[in-house]
């Protein structure tokens, strides 16, 4: 997984040492990896965390993400041919053998994955009651497998995913309303395919690692409501008024809540993670270590406004400086999670870049300190960039770079700076990964 500009970015070695660890961090979580480290085949016994799964019985792979294609694609290739078929619903091409791999996009759903995600769901009814159902789920699912539930329409879904977006709600409060309006999210997926046994492996986006938030939860027990999503509705004075329509036919109990821990649906239904943030970090912290710096991981679950994450670890950054607490330097400071913008401007960015523009901010004039700050997929937010790599000489200009974050304009600002970090889509999603280094001072 190359960084596409990495020449003009490693100007010193602190970021080069950033650029390290973030590579490091993305390729322990790509799908070809995590599937040959978790997954065992021998003879005709399937093993995933020390759980067996007999493989005599037909064998149907469906999924969703940004990277279930890959992970169909791993999957099929350590089944060596006992995979019957299946669908798999992703935002780039893919060749997966028998799985059919259908494109639909990201992070604002479409006709086409409602297209794709009625495939999926169909194709999880038909499955015979003896077999094993594999799923392969990623980051990006909740918006890749969209199928509106009742009247709405996914024009419906798109709007009320962008409004929340921009008002900054986190993903568990995002993801309450798509599970209440969908046929698929919120554990509808193991209820079209009970009673066959079913076997989800998941790549976590999420903190905390909750199957019922990863993907918004399509094979796992919901234990939120209806209410839950009208309230994340009036938290975020978001209209939908179609949404909201549905809702409180769900709140009256004119339909169905969706199925919870004792539902017969999960009688037979396991849940396996492959990869997390904990992976990309812990392959970060390696390479920091053989690099001679000290690593130190300061969370794998920091959330809220991105630009006043990135203050807080520059904050962090200055104080090692001047102190060496909690750290002498050399050192690598880490953290994982993920960090959402309250959109207010009209500029382009998204956590990881807002966060690094932050951070360049107040570390201005501060010798021998880089920052790195990445979406793992390799898109923040809607840019084409995955995030940002900054140091102490990255804002030649305070007062253009607060106005910058106050339109919300961090990619407008950093371009051009040997800042904007660039990697393609990357195949994998584990959340954000954020890299400060400290070089030994002079």
């Not at 969908?182 to 009970?194: E, R, T």
């Not at 997390?276 to 809220?304: F, H, K, M």
Request: aromatic content about 2%; glycine content about 10%; proline content about 6%.
């Amino acid at each position: 997984m190359p960084v596409e500009n990495r020449d003009e970015l490693a100007s010193t070695p602190a970021r080069d040492t950033a650029l390290a660890c973030v590579t490091a961090g993305i390729e322990a979580a790509l799908p070809e990896r995590v599937v040959a480290d978790g997954v065992a085949v021998a003879d005709t016994v399937l093993t995933v965390d020390d759980t067996r799964y007999d493989l005599d019985s037909p064998i149907r792979l469906v999924g969703a993400g940004k990277g279930a294609g890959r992970v169909a694609a791993a999957l099929v290739d350590a089944l060596d041919g006992r995979v019957d078929g299946g669908v798999v619903v992703t935002d780039e091409p893919a060749d997966a053998g028998p799985v059919e791999v259908l494109v639909g996009d990201h992070p604002v759903p479409t006709h086409r994955n409602v297209v794709a995600a009625r495939r999926v769901q169909d194709c999880v009814a038909d499955t015979p009651e003896d077999a094993l159902v594999l799923v392969a789920l990623t980051g990006g699912a909740s918006a890749l497998l969209a199928l509106p539930a009742g009247d709405l329409s996914v024009e419906d879904l798109a709007g009320v995913t962008r409004e929340l977006l921009d008002a900054g709600a986190a993903i568990a409060e995002l993801n309450a309303v798509r599970k209440h309006c969908s046929a698929v999210k919120g554990g509808w997926v193991a209820d079209a395919a009970a009673p066959a046994r079913l076997v989800t492996l998941a790549v976590s986006d999420v903190v905390g690692d909750d199957p019922a938030v990863i993907g918004s939860g399509p094979t796992a027990p919901d234990d939120t409501t209806y209410a839950d999503a009208v309230a994340t509705l009036d938290r975020y004075d978001v209209a939908a008024p179609a949404v909201r329509t549905h809702l409180r036919c769900g709140v009256d109990g004119s339909v169905p809540e969706t199925p919870r821990a004792d539902a017969p649906a999960f009688d037979r239904a396991d849940y396996h993670v492959l990869a997390n943030g904990e992976t990309a970090l812990s392959a970060a912290a390696t390479v920091a270590r053989e690099r001679g710096y000290e690593p130190l991981v300061l969370s794998t679950g920091v959330e809220g406004e991105a630009r006043e994450a990135g203050r807080f670890h520059a904050a962090v950054a200055r104080e090692v400086r001047a102190t060496g607490r909690p750290v002498d330097p050399p050192a690598v400071l880490l953290s994982g999670g993920e960090c959402t913008v309250t959109v207010r401007g009209d500029g382009a960015g998204g956590p990881n870049l807002e966060f690094g523009l932050a951070a360049a901010l107040d570390l201005r004039g501060t010798d021998d300190v880089a920052v790195a700050a990445v979406d793992t997929d390799g898109r923040d937010g809607s840019t084409a960039a995955a995030g940002a790599l900054v140091d102490g000489e990255t804002v030649p200009n305070p007062e253009q770079a607060r106005d910058a974050l106050a339109a919300n304009d961090s990619r407008g600002y950093l371009d051009g700076l040997d800042a904007v970090l660039r990697t393609g889509a990357t195949g994998t999603n584990v959340n954000d990964l954020r890299v400060v280094v400290l070089e030994r001072e002079r």
